[in-house]
């Protein structure tokens, strides 16, 4: 068996990614941009990277499993209700589509993120 030609994809920590504003409708409070960086698929799963600067946005979410890699905040789930969860480091969290959520950053974060792929049916 050969190994693998590029084991190593990102330094996690240290990857650039190019953040974007969000759209003004989005946008509760502060001025925050976002990105993501793909990173590798598995399965029809896409790996990618995710940052988020300071300030407060809406969200309606996509099935995604997630753990942060640094940074601070709180995510809250409108609708469904349930409890907040603090955002840190090791913080790991699955959504599911169709979640509703604020989420305030008060120092910029940075994820690891697994996602469904495009459905190749489509």
């Not at 099935?63 to 640094?70: A, K, P, Q, R």
Request: aromatic content about 6%.
């Amino acid at each position: 068996m050969n190994p693998p030609s590029q084991a190593l994809l990102a330094q996690a920590h240290e990857a650039p990614i190019e953040c974007e504003e969000f759209p003004a409708d989005q946008v509760v409070a502060g001025a925050p941009r976002a990105g993501w960086l793909p990173l590798t698929t598995i399965d029809g799963l896409e790996v990618g990277l995710w940052e988020m600067t300071p300030g407060v946005v809406i969200d309606t979410e996509a099935d995604e499993v997630f753990c942060i890699l640094s940074g601070s905040g709180t995510v809250e789930f409108l609708d469904p209700p349930a409890l907040a969860l603090p955002l840190r480091a090791g913080t790991l969290v699955r959504l599911q589509a169709g979640w509703h959520t604020r989420w305030t950053i008060t120092q910029t974060i940075r994820k690891i993120a697994v996602t469904p792929g495009e459905d190749p049916k489509k």
